[in-house]
T-cell receptor, first 108, second 116 residues
Framework: GQQVMQIPQYQHVQEGEDFTTYCNSS?????IQWYKQRPGGHPVFLIQ?????EVKKQKRLTFQFGEAKKNSSLHITATQTTDVGTYFC????????FGQGTILTVHP | GAVVSQHPSRVICKSGTSVKIECRSL??????MFWYRQFPKKSLMLMAT?????????EQGVEKDKFLINHASLTLSTLTVTSAHPEDSSFYIC????????????FGEGSWLTVV
């Protein structure tokens, strides 16, 4: 079936360092969504990207959608301990299909 | 506050019994809801798509007779795990599609099921 690949699986950073997670699809996506799941919590919607080459920012978070609409990235500048959690991309192939997620840990 | 409420948040049941999990959209009507299963430190695996007033669409490998889904109203979908076994222990999470202004999918808080 349709899949979206997400890397890396784990990322450990020192507080203040940057963090990036990437998602790739073999097929063109109509849109891509990003979610954050805190440990023990449920996924929370962060953003949806629709347009080719789209870049959106939310404070220290920058989301990009590739020109070919096959890849996307989430970049966090100067991580904080509150950023810990698992970040998922999700692509809509008629139904929402999640990437494997990137587990982010931040060492103070 | 939460726009999708899931209940119960935690449940322990004995092997062989059935347990029902409810998913309610609080602020909007949801013709489509989704049920996922998540293992620790793993991604969300879609189990089925629940459509109001019609049969659910199950993903490949998901036993529809074991995981009964009912979406009888525009604000409520239920997942019943029948004849539960310890291997059914997992985190079950629902989401509801708000096709209104935001066209956003909201997740419930999830339900931890432990089968003993």
């Amino acid at each position: 079936g349709q899949q979206v690949m997400q890397i890396p699986q784990y990322q450990h950073v020192q507080e203040g360092e940057d963090f990036t997670t990437y998602c790739n699809s073999s097929t063109t996506l109509s849109n891509i969504q990003w979610y954050k799941q805190r440990p023990g919590g449920h996924p929370v919607f962060l953003i949806q990207l629709v347009k080719s080459g789209e870049v959106k920012k939310q404070k220290r978070l920058t989301f990009q959608f590739g020109e070919a609409k096959k890849n996307s990235s989430l970049h966090i500048t100067a991580t904080q301990t509150t950023d810990v959690g698992t970040y998922f991309c999700a692509a809509s192939y008629g139904k929402l299909t999640f990437g494997q997620g990137t587990i982010l840990t931040v060492h103070p | 506050g939460a726009v999708v409420s899931q209940h119960p948040s935690r449940v322990i049941c004995k092997s062989g019994t059935s347990v029902k999990i409810e998913c309610r959209s609080l602020d909007f009507q949801a013709t489509t809801m989704f049920w996922y299963r998540q293992f620790p430190k793993k991604s969300l695996m879609l189990m089925a798509t629940s459509n109001e007033g019609s049969k659910a669409t199950y993903e490949q490998g998901v036993e529809k007779d074991k995981f009964l889904i009912n979406h009888a109203s525009l604000t409520l979908s239920t997942l019943t795990v029948t004849s539960a076994h310890p291997e059914d222990s997992s985190f079950y999470i629902c989401s509801a599609w708000d096709r209104g202004q935001g066209n956003t999918i909201y997740f419930g808080e999830g339900s931890w099921l432990t089968v003993v």
